[in-house]
């Protein structure tokens, strides 16, 4: 197929989904408005900008997703009913009724299930199960059960449980008292619902949303926050934000707040650098300590330079070692599959790579990490990583694994996180504080223009599929010049605690 005819095909398929999504609210409607009223009420509007394409790493996460669920849904086949047929041959309006009329049969657990009220609202559980206790039903009814790929329950679990326990009232006349997340370790959680609650709140403030975005009512204004890089509208919502020069641009900045210092007066980001600090504590929200956060943000982003606080306190020119550390993970096997390291001692750099070549061998990588610091954990040594993902890890590989010599105790002792460092010392002319952001803007490049955390866990899981070491090479690059970019950021910041002159500090 042509490149144009393939464009012009996805175009119709945005369009067509895109009426379908204004002509029924359903799960999907339900966790946009979660994920953000903007991304809801963009999705309703038939004409506007583009939606970004579905990045490959979110393709393969919506297909793990779904092959995890029918895997789950195979093995309860002996004791579940289906409705059969494929969803497509039917209409919604006969797939409900036809779940029904299973539903008032009482088989134990039901598969591919539809509930519906009126021609608007739908939803399609993952499955239903049978519970004791009268509805219109007879003497039993139905609790919905979501299937996750994952470790824990979140709130959209929740919220859309009671979605799902809403549309189970109009079926069978009863809201049931509970739902059931099936997550990926096999464990079943039971959550409790209840009519008059904050998720059902939520639902109806999502459904009063989609009502509005089919009248018409303007697009909100988009808010930055680290969601946005997994949405599909991320390009057009970063565009108008730029535009507006949103105070959300500034890193840390929580929806509540923003919409405070909007109702203020306190619009852009360069109103924001000029406001003084005791007019920005009358706004709710915003402690002494946070204006000036935020002040010093919006004076970065405005002026394009660094708006230093406090000289950093790191020092890397000591005589002792310096490692710069960093752990790669990977979900859908729940293991850290590549621990490295980079290790400076007297003016030398080494770099090691502690690589799992499958899951199982996190344990193994685990200690060969520990037996290799062990020796220089000694005195003033540091260990510098970005962020609280390295400290969260080495507990759980400690909890899971062990730490029989009490290295890792140890080693917790000695981390610094530059991240935290960062943010006590220097306010800088970024929208993002991400590693990624930072060591390119002091002017380190990752090898290969695709390098993210997100690239390296689709080549180790492509790995574990293929065998292809040139993929695991890949993720071990990857690490490396992320512990690279960590000593490029310690260097940085060691080198401005002595060299920055005094009046550049502005507290
Ligand atoms: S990109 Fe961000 S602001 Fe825009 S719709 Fe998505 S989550 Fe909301």
Known sequence: MTTARRASRSVRAEFKSRRARRDRFDDQALYSFMTCPTALARDLVQVGPDPDPTSLFDQILASDSARFRSKLLDYSRATSTGLGGTRRA??????????RLLMLRGPALIRSALLARGNHLISRPHALV????????????????????????????????????????????????????????????????????????RVKQALQAWLDGRR????????????????????????????????????GMKRKVRDNLLQAGVSTCHALAETEQAKLVAIPGIGKKLAATFISSARALSSGKPVWLNRPDVNTSIDEPSLFLDFESESSVDADYLIG????????????????????????????????????????????????????????????????????????????????????????????????????????????DDASAKASMIWYRSWLESGDESLLRDCVVYNRDDCLATAVLADWLSAMRTGLPREEIRR
């Not at 079926?171 to 959680?189: H, K, M, Y």
């Not at 946005?228 to 949103?246: I, T, V």
């Not at 090691?352 to 520990?370: D, Y």
């Open 130 to 201: 049978a519970c004791r206790g009268r509805s219109n039903l007879g003497d039993h009814h139905y609790a919905p059960v979501v299937i996750k790929n994952r470790l824990h329950v979140s709130a959209e679990d929740r919220t859309g449980l009671t979605y799902q326990a809403l549309l189970l009232l109009t079926v069978q006349g009863r809201f049931p008292e509970s739902g059931q997340v099936s997550l990926r370790d096999g464990s079943q959680v039971t959550v409790g619902l209840e009519r008059s609650s904050p998720d059902s709140r």
């Open 90 to 99: 039917v209409t919604p309006a006969e797939r409900a009724r036809q779940t």
């Open 341 to 448: 390291v980079l290790i400076r001692t007297e003016g030398q750099e080494r770099y090691f790579p502690f690589l799992a070549r499958e899951p199982g061998e996190e344990g193994a990588i685990w200690r060969a990490f520990l037996k290799q610091v062990s020796p220089l954990l000694t005195g003033g040594t540091k260990v510098y990583h970005y962020h609280s993902y390295e400290a969260a890890a080495i507990r759980r590989l400690s909890s899971r694994h062990g730490d029989p010599e009490g290295v890792a105790e140890r080693l917790l002792g000695h981390l610094v996180d530059l991240r935290r460092v960062l943010r006590d010392s220097v306010a800088l002319p970024l929208e993002s504080n991400s590693l990624k952001s930072v060591a390119r803007w002091l002017g380190f490049n990752w090898t290969g």
């Open 216 to 251: 018409g009512s303007p697009v909100p204004r988009p808010f930055g926050c680290a969601r946005c890089g997994s949405c599909r509208w991320n390009r057009a919502c970063q565009e108008e934000l730029r535009k507006l020069d949103d105070p959300s641009l500034i890193p």
